[in-house]
């Protein structure tokens, strides 16, 4: 079920052309109307005087976090698609990595250094790695400047590490060769393919230039926790489930939110049958003419106009937790819009792949009462005190989900096929101390997913795994987007300083851990050379009786022949008593830190 198929190409070289030109139409045209209509969208804000109401807040900064100017010289800062320029502006530096997936994709990595560092200072770092969300990449992640979260876990002393999913801007394949934008075979994947070969390459590449750590930090945006769930949901994956210390889930996409019922273009997508999605589509790259668009007016105003309208009109977004200032805004924008394939639009969006994100949407009503994350209570004859109690949760008595009735709690929509399905446990294959700890941050204005449906899936569903306030937190942002988990001015402070504090809680533990180990390794050394010493002392008298024996040496102390056999006999039994002590001693296993090896991956 989340293995990804094997790639096929469907068509010829003459119907692949054919079917490329119908989509390039379809495609333009699509965009065309999206922005037509995000256009009227936007009009109808201003003439409302919603649009006055749509402005950054004016953040001085709370008890949590004081924003600070984004970049030091704003003036002259230049709008440029280079990810390395805006580092560089901070005073750090980027490091880039070409990493190869297992199916021969070859990725970015990116890594954020301070360049007034040593080597060895920077390779006892902890490692924490970033994933974007659909249709984005690293340099998001960056974009806000000091104000980022990368930025901020560079100056509390972390490693920090960018992921980039196939294919960025620069599509790139070991073995596929011509023109990737045209081949069906290039992109023929959907989702599975995050979780199967780009995270776990991602992971590898990042621990193999960490000769101190065995485990990394992962922090997902959107479709960065989907597949990362996804890995986690797979036990053939389970070398890559214990290289991840704790996973920070940031406005999660696992279930759909209410937003799919008010988009006309996504109930477009969705209605589509497979044969008219492809003549729309195409069998190739998701809507190209998006990243051209990207590639030639990224960086003019036009670009950054445009982008604010879209973003406003497909994602519900408002910018009043973001920036005053319209350049980092831009910077945001432009480093968003990557190629994806068809498909795995097609499995966000269309109701023809029955294990499909948007199959799990649920109805109008369940959003507006709250029964999109209700649950079945357990039974008070079957659970034990402690399961009551984690059952209810965090759900109060006036919640809508908790004073339905069973009958009412029970969901209509079918999503058994689903690789989500809302009330089957998803980790069953693991034992409670296999699960990766989960920080999961909803956000109360994302109507693009369902952040209160996962939370309530983990605390009641994946209760005889998960505990919350153990292996399981839930964060609450009321007044926060889907997107201003990684854009908002105040994220540092709403998500920053949660991620620092959990982090430090595991390595203060680990640490602690480790100490424990290595004192208990040279206690059992210590023993062991102790039972070494008293065996060859043991054996040294052994060897010395049986020659005085052997030489029948007269006792010129008075002693007799009978006594002195006696003392031998004696002195052999305690000998055999000490060669006991030491066996009993040899195979208690003697603990060496040293002995933990990396896994590396092919770069």
Not at 315 to 337: L, S, T
Not at 377 to 404: H, M, Q, W
């Amino acid at each position: 079920m989340f293995d990804p198929p094997e790639k096929t190409a469907v068509h010829g070289t003459f119907m692949r052309y054919v079917t490329i030109y119908i989509s390039a139409i379809g495609s333009f045209l699509f965009v065309f109307v999206l922005t037509i209509g995000a256009n009227i969208w936007h009009l109808r804000d201003v003439f409302s005087g919603r649009e006055k109401d749509n402005v950054p807040k004016n953040n001085d900064g709370s008890e949590k976090y004081r924003p600070k100017q984004p970049y030091p010289d704003m003036k002259n800062l230049r709008i440029t698609k280079d990810l390395r320029y805006y580092a560089l502006q901070l005073g750090l530096d980027l490091e880039e990595y070409d990493i190869t997936t297992e199916d021969g994709y070859i990725l970015p990595l990116h890594r954020l250094v301070d360049p007034n560092e040593s080597e060895d200072e920077r390779a006892r770092r902890a490692p924490i790695l970033l994933q974007h969300g659909l249709l984005s990449a690293s340099g998001a992640w960056l974009a806000p400047g000091a104000n980022s979260l990368p930025y901020y876990f560079l100056e509390q002393g972390y490693d920090v590490w960018m992921g980039n999913n196939r294919c960025e801007f620069r599509p790139r394949h070991a073995t596929i060769k011509g023109n990737l934008m045209h081949s069906e075979e290039f992109w023929d994947w959907d989702i599975r393919v995050f979780a199967a070969y780009d995270l776990p390459c991602i992971i590898d590449n990042v621990l193999c230039r960490k000769p101190h750590h065995d485990k990394l930090y992962l922090v997902g945006h959107s479709q960065g926790c989907t597949q990362t769930i996804l890995l986690l949901r797979n036990p053939k994956l389970k070398a890559h489930h214990n290289k991840i210390n704790h996973f920070f889930a940031l406005a999660p996409a696992i279930f759909p939110g209410s937003l799919f019922h008010h988009r006309s273009f996504i109930k477009f997508i969705h209605n589509r049958s497979p044969t008219s999605y492809n003549l729309i589509f195409g069998r190739g790259v998701f809507c190209g003419f998006l990243g051209w668009c990207r590639k030639r007016i990224g960086t003019t105003k036009l670009y950054s106009t445009l982008s604010y309208q879209m973003f406003k009109y497909l994602f519900g977004w408002n910018i009043r937790n973001n920036y005053m200032d319209n350049k980092v805004q831009h910077i945001q924008f432009v480093m968003n819009v990557s190629y994806i394939s068809s498909k795995l639009m097609s499995w966000w969006l269309s109701y023809s792949v029955e294990e499909g994100f948007s199959n799990q949407l649920q109805s109008k009503e369940a959003y507006e009462t709250g029964q999109n994350y209700a649950f079945t209570p357990i039974s008070t004859a079957e659970a034990n005190d402690e399961e009551k109690v984690i059952g209810l949760g965090r759900i109060d008595s006036s919640d809508p989900a908790f004073t339905r009735t069973q009958e009412q709690q029970d969901i209509p929509v079918s999503d058994e096929k689903t690789f989500f399905p809302y009330k089957f446990e998803w980790f069953a294959f693991n034992k409670p101390k296999e699960v990766t700890p989960i920080s999961i941050f909803i956000c109360g204005n994302d109507f693009l997913v369902d952040g209160k449906r996962l939370a309530s899936h983990m605390t009641h569903y994946e209760r005889r795994l998960y505990k919350e306030g153990g292996n399981l937190k839930v964060i609450e942002l009321p007044t926060y987007n889907h997107l201003d988990v990684i854009w908002a001015q105040d994220c540092i402070g709403e998500i920053g300083h949660e991620v620092d504090r959990e982090i430090k809680v595991v390595e203060k533990t680990n640490s602690t851990l480790e100490r424990k180990v290595n004192s208990l390794g040279e206690k059992l050394q210590g023993n062991e050379t102790e039972n070494e010493a008293a065996a060859s002392r043991s054996s040294n008298m052994k060897d010395s009786q049986e020659a005085v024996v052997g030489e029948e040496t007269p006792r010129t102390d008075g002693v007799t022949q009978e006594e002195t056999q006696g003392e031998q006999q004696t002195a052999e039994s305690n000998a055999k008593v000490e060669d006991t002590d030491k066996e009993v001693a040899t195979p208690l296993v003697t603990l060496d830190p040293s002995k933990h090896k990396k896994d590396t991956a092919n770069t």
